[in-house]
T-cell receptor, first 117, second 111 residues
Framework: DGGITQSPKYLFRKEGQNVTLSCEQN?????MYWYRQDPGQGLRLIYY???????QKGDIAEGYSVSREKKESFPLTVTSAQKNPTAFYLC????????????????FGPGTRLTVL | RKEVEQDPGPFNVPEGATVAFNCTYS??????FFWYRQDCRKEPKLLMS???SGNEDGRFTAQLNRASQYISLLIRDSKLSDSATYLC????????????FGSGTRLLVRP
């Protein structure tokens, strides 16, 4: 089965701790993304990566870091510098496929709910 | 002004009803448009892309009006299972990779 997996599903963090959220895809997609969703709000882009070993900041990158050492993997670290980390974190990927379907349709993993205690 | 604006709802309709959502976007340079569906506490799932000529997928019809910068989604013969939040999505004008998500319109279909 092709898809995007995220782990863990739920994560609890103490203040001052760094935590890393996993995102893996076996869709052979080039681009990967991290979003944050707060209750009643839309998704906000944290970081994105178009190719391996390259990534760019999104709209709310402060307090977060990423790496893209492999095409399949795009882990997100929530650092202690992120003041309000409690949120629903979503990873997505997209492919440069041709045809009528837009190549920037994004497909999402099931998400990680992070709670700071 | 928000880059993508949607009526948050909720739209409360009986089974079998036809319901329409609109969404407006602020940047005329956007080129890609989508509707996503998000169930409570789940990830968004692509419902359909929106093309200039309009497109239909079963009970769902999407339309794009570039002149007025709005996108619509029409759902015919509503089912209980259509209850969800519908997200309007457009691309960032400076990047075809980056997408801007609206906050969503909530639909409740009652028996």
């Amino acid at each position: 089965d092709g898809g995007i997996t995220q782990s863990p599903k739920y994560l609890f963090r103490k203040e001052g701790q760094n935590v890393t959220l996993s995102c893996e895809q076996n869709l052979n997609h080039d681009a990967m993304y991290w979003y944050r969703q707060d209750p009643g709000q839309g998704l906000r882009l944290i970081y994105y990566s178009q190719i391996v070993n390259d990534f760019q900041k999104g709209d709310i990158a402060e307090g977060y870091s990423v790496s893209r050492e492999k095409k399949e993997s795009f882990p997100l670290t929530v650092t202690s510098a992120q003041k309000n980390p409690t949120a629903f974190y979503l990873c997505a990927s997209s492919s440069r496929t041709s045809g009528r379907a837009s190549y920037n349709e994004q497909f999402f993993g099931p998400g990680t709910r992070l709670t700071v205690l | 002004r928000k880059e993508v604006e949607q009526d948050p709802g909720p739209f409360n309709v009986p089974e079998g009803a036809t319901v329409a959502f609109n969404c407006t976007y602020s940047n005329s340079a956007s080129q890609s448009f989508f509707w996503y569906r998000q169930d409570c506490r789940k990830e968004p799932k692509l419902l359909m892309s929106v093309y200039s000529s309009g497109n239909e997928d079963g009970r769902f019809t999407a339309q794009l009006n570039r002149a007025s910068q709005y996108i619509s989604l029409l759902i015919r013969d509503s089912k209980l299972s259509d209850s969800a939040t519908y997200l309007c999505v457009v691309n960032y004008p400076d990047s075809s990779y980056k997408l801007i998500f609206g906050s969503g319109t909530r639909l409740l279909v009652r028996p």
